[in-house]
């Protein structure tokens, strides 16, 4: 099973709880790829295994994993589980556009992972989110001119923000 960004935009940007919400959370933090181990996740999560089938087909409906046949303990390194935080600068590259640049922060203005941009831009970029994320919504950001594109999450109890020079 995979998470897909779409999931990530979906589960991580809704604060509201749900155990769909926290499989999702369970699967992000356990890396890119994992193996469907229901009665470990279930006893993980606190919840029969009938409640854990219903939230999986619940997360595959809304396209928030993809769910592949695969060769047992088949993880490769470059999972984010593999590289840790250091393989957060990966993904968003990947998820750039030429002349883009995104950063993920805490919601309190600390730089985890940036792309397109040197580190003292990223730190600086970080600190003025922060100071500015209580006043704007992220869709008033994402409208205002020079402004990145902004993207609340929330994960294990902590906030963050995917900012984005382009929405």
């Not at 709880?17 to 193996?35: A, C, I, M, Q």
């Not at 409640?51 to 993809?66: D, E, G, K, N, T």
Request: hydrophobic share 45%; with cysteine; glycine share 10%.
């Amino acid at each position: 099973m995979c998470p897909t960004p779409a999931g990530i935009f979906r589960w991580l940007g809704d604060h509201a709880p749900s155990y769909e919400r926290r499989l999702f959370e369970l699967l992000v933090t356990n890396g890119r790829k994992s193996e469907l181990r229901i009665g470990e996740f279930a006893a993980r999560l606190g919840e029969p295994t009938r409640a854990l089938a219903s939230a999986l087909f619940a997360l595959q409906r809304s396209a928030s994993i993809v769910v592949t046949e695969g060769v047992s303990g088949s993880m490769s390194a470059n999972d984010w589980g593999g590289d840790g935080m250091a393989g957060l600068t990966d993904i968003l590259v990947s998820a750039m556009h030429p002349g883009q640049r995104m950063l993920l922060s805490t919601s309190d203005g600390f730089a985890l992972a940036f792309a397109g941009c040197g580190a003292y831009e990223a730190e600086v970029w970080a600190v003025r989110q922060a100071l500015a994320l209580p006043d704007r919504s992220a869709h008033e950001a994402a409208a205002a001119p020079r402004d990145p594109a902004t993207a609340p999450l929330c994960m294990g109890g902590a906030s963050f923000v995917l900012s984005s020079s382009q929405p």
